[in-house]
């Protein structure tokens, strides 16, 4: 069975973008400098042809990819998520041993960002997060240690507690 690709609405957003420009825009400009290249006679030397054809190779392979992660996307409202603890979608506010404070969301595997704070829900912080409430501690287990954790705060866009 098919595991589902758990997404938030601008995720999923994002996706059919990237894949609107892919398909409407990149691609079919990319088949006119082929077609262009192709007439020009000897392609084995045409870089035009040679780039395009492999460029579309590429364009095709990613478009197949958005198209699969569409059509099993399973998208989760992230504006009406509690905030008594942390689930998916949930922005989370930590602070470590050392004081030091962080802000992550946990988001699908096709939006993470980590210069943003968008982590993955099958990420070993965020596994470590999900379910926990308010000042709860939370262990991240890392390759060669265990970091300590306290939830200060757990929020959505616009609202905090």
């Known amino acids: 069975m098919e595991e589902k690709n758990y997404i938030t609405p601008a995720g999923l ?58 059509e099993k996307a399973e998208v989760i409202d992230t504006s009406s998520i ?9 922005k989370v506010r930590i602070v470590d041993e050392s004081d030091q404070e962080k802000i992550f969301q946990i988001v699908g595997e096709d939006e993470i960002d980590l210069a943003r704070g968008l982590i993955s829900w099958k990420s070993p912080v965020a596994k470590a997060l999900l379910g926990k409430r308010l000042e709860d501690e939370a262990i991240i287990k890392k390759p060669a240690s265990e970091e300590v954790v306290t939830i200060v705060a757990i929020f959505r866009d616009g609202f905090e507690k």
Request: proline share 3%.
């Open 82 to 90: 509690p905030t008594d603890r942390v689930v998916f979608g949930a």
């Open 13 to 70: 957003q994002k996706l059919k973008d990237e894949y609107h420009q892919l398909a409407h825009g990149e691609r079919p400009k990319l088949v006119e400098v082929v077609a262009w290249a192709a007439g020009n006679g000897d392609r084995s030397e045409n870089a035009d042809y040679i780039y395009g054809k492999k460029r579309l190779r590429e364009i095709d392979k990613r478009l197949q990819f958005l198209s699969g992660q569409m």
